[in-house]
T-cell receptor, first 109, second 115 residues
Framework: RKEVEQDPGPFNVPEGATVAFNCTYS??????FFWYRQDCRKEPKLLMS???SGNEDGRFTAQLNRASQYISLLIRDSKLSDSATYLC??????????FGKGTTLSVSS | DTGVSQDPRHKITKRGQNVTFRCDPI?????LYWYRQTLGQGPEFLTY????????KSRLLSDRFSAERPKGSFSTLEIQRTEQGDSAMYLC?????????????FGPGTRLLVL
């Protein structure tokens, strides 16, 4: 079993839609959690950190459920520019980022 | 631009040749990481430096791979006797702060094609 699992999608949604991605992680020692965004043939870029209390950044909301070992990302009012691959990332008690395969989102007009 | 930079951006080589990539981290970031990403996969960790010390290496880093960060600033990743399976995007990231669990910031990557 992969340490970080994501539904690869693709998720195809119209502009203005709300879309949610989930991610599960297998190692309960994981300590930090992030969502990164990656555009085609570009490097991953930090979207937001994820905290147990949940956090929001504009149209984006991230949640962490430690008991169930899952992380979610909610995007409201989707824009064409949100089309990308969204990578779920955890850090164990160590240093390396452990990435999921990514979930592909395509927003259409 | 004060972000992470990598050079070259693209490299095509023949099997059996050696290649070297360079990464310049964000200024004053003391931690530097190398990752490899193949099509349809998330990046996979290769190795990590804190200042000039190489503190962690993945099992993915075979003996044909070597990384250095001699002065604690830029880093190089060398692949000797390249194989077709080495074709991938090689990403460098850096971070700073009191905790190793800080977010990492990536460079644009070096795309390697081994013929």
């Amino acid at each position: 079993r992969k340490e970080v699992e994501q539904d690869p999608g693709p998720f195809n949604v119209p502009e203005g839609a709300t879309v949610a991605f989930n991610c599960t992680y297998s190692n309960s020692a994981s300590q930090s959690f992030f969502w990164y965004r990656q555009d085609c043939r570009k490097e991953p870029k930090l979207l937001m950190s994820v905290y147990s209390s949940g956090n929001e950044d504009g149209r984006f909301t991230a949640q962490l459920n430690r008991a169930s070992q899952y992380i979610s990302l909610l995007i409201r009012d989707s824009k064409l520019s949100d089309s990308a691959t969204y990578l779920c990332v955890v850090i164990r008690a160590g240093t390396a980022l452990i990435f999921g395969k990514g979930t592909t989102l395509s927003v259409s007009s | 631009d004060t972000g992470v930079s990598q050079d070259p951006r693209h490299k095509i080589t023949k099997r059996g040749q050696n290649v070297t990539f360079r990464c310049d981290p964000i200024s004053e970031h003391n931690r530097l990481y190398w990752y490899r990403q193949t099509l349809g996969q998330g990046p996979e960790f290769l190795t990590y430096f804190q200042n000039e010390a190489q503190l962690e290496k993945s099992r993915l880093l075979s003996d044909r791979f070597s990384a250095e960060r001699p002065k604690g600033s830029f880093s190089t990743l060398e692949i000797q006797r390249t194989e077709q399976g080495d074709s991938a995007m090689y990403l460098c990231a850096s971070s700073s702060g009191p905790s190793v669990e800080e977010a990492q910031y990536f460079g644009p990557g070096t795309r390697l094609l081994v013929l």
